[in-house]
C-alpha cells in the first residue's frame, strides 16, 4: 500500500518570500502521480500542480514549482513571492496509474500561514 | 461550467437519522468519488465509481451507500447517522488523472 508523509504540521512564511513544503511517499510502483492541493478557509480543494513519475522535468505553474526526486521518494513543494492568498492547508497526494478507479493517497497536510 | 455541484453545504442531523447528500457533475467524467475529511487529517476514500451502473467501497465505506444510475450523479446515502460520521464531505469527479472537487458539504450529527 502506497502511503504518503508531509513532516511539517504548519508552517509560516513573510509575504513575498519563499517557502518549501516536503512531501515524501511510499510505493513499489514505477507508473503514478504526484499532486498537490490547496485548501483554504473556504475549504475548496483546489489542484495547484502535478507531476507524472514519468517525466525527469520537474512541473512548474507560475509560482509554484515541485522538486520531484524519485529515486528519493521526495516531492516538495516550493511556493515563491508568497501572497496572503496562499495562507491554506496544502495536501500531497499520490495517485497510481494505469487504474483509474483507484483513489489518491492523501498526506496529512501541511498548514501554511502567509504573514503579512 | 458548474464543475462538481454538492448539496447541502451543511447539515445537522440527530443520531439515528438518515440523509443523502447529492452530488452532480456536468463535465461527463467517468470517474466519481466521495471522500471524508475529518479534522486536521486528509481526506478518506468512502466510495467509488468508474461508471454508471459501477460502484466499489473504499477504505472507510461501513454507514454509508451509494448509487450511480447516472454519469452525472453520485449520491451517498447516511442510513442511521452516528456522531463518528461527523465530518466534511468532498465528492470529486475525474475523466482519468486529476480531479475536480466540489465544495464540500459540513455534516454534523449530534
Known amino acids: 500500500a502506497q502511503t504518503v508523509t508531509q513532516s511539517q504540521p504548519e508552517m509560516s512564511v513573510q509575504e513575498a518570500e519563499t517557502v518549501t513544503l516536503s512531501c515524501t511517499y511510499d510505493t513499489s510502483e514505477n507508473n503514478y502521480y504526484l499532486f498537490w492541493y490547496k485548501q483554504p478557509p473556504s475549504r475548496q480543494m483546489i489542484l495547484v500542480i502535478r507531476q507524472e513519475a514519468y517525466k525527469q522535468q520537474n512541473a512548474t505553474e507560475n509560482r509554484f514549482s515541485v522538486n520531484f526526486q524519485k529515486a528519493a521518494k521526495s516531492f516538495s513543494l516550493k511556493i515563491s513571492d508568497s501572497q496572503l492568498g496562499d495562507t491554506a492547508m496544502y495536501f500531497c497526494a499520490f495517485m497510481k496509474g494505469g487504474n483509474y478507479g483507484q483513489n489518491f493517497v492523501f498526506g496529512p497536510g501541511t498548514r501554511l500561514s502567509v504573514l503579512p | 461550467n458548474a464543475g462538481v455541484t454538492q448539496t447541502p453545504k451543511f447539515r445537522i442531523l440527530k443520531i439515528g437519522q438518515s440523509m443523502t447528500l447529492q452530488c452532480t457533475q456536468d463535465?461527463?467524467?467517468?470517474?466519481m468519488y466521495w471522500y471524508r475529511q475529518d479534522p486536521g487529517m486528509g481526506l478518506k476514500l468512502i466510495y467509488y465509481s468508474v461508471g454508471a451502473g459501477i460502484t466499489d467501497k473504499g477504505e472507510v465505506p461501513n454507514g454509508y451507500n451509494v448509487s450511480r444510475s447516472t454519469t452525472e450523479d453520485f449520491p451517498l446515502r447516511l442510513e442511521l447517522a452516528a456522531p463518528s460520521q461527523t465530518s466534511v464531505y468532498f465528492c470529486?469527479?475525474?475523466?482519468?488523472?486529476?480531479?475536480?472537487f466540489g465544495s464540500g458539504t459540513r455534516l454534523t450529527v449530534v
Open positions: 470529486a469527479s475525474s475523466p482519468v488523472v486529476g480531479y475536480t
Open positions: 463535465m461527463n467524467h467517468n470517474y
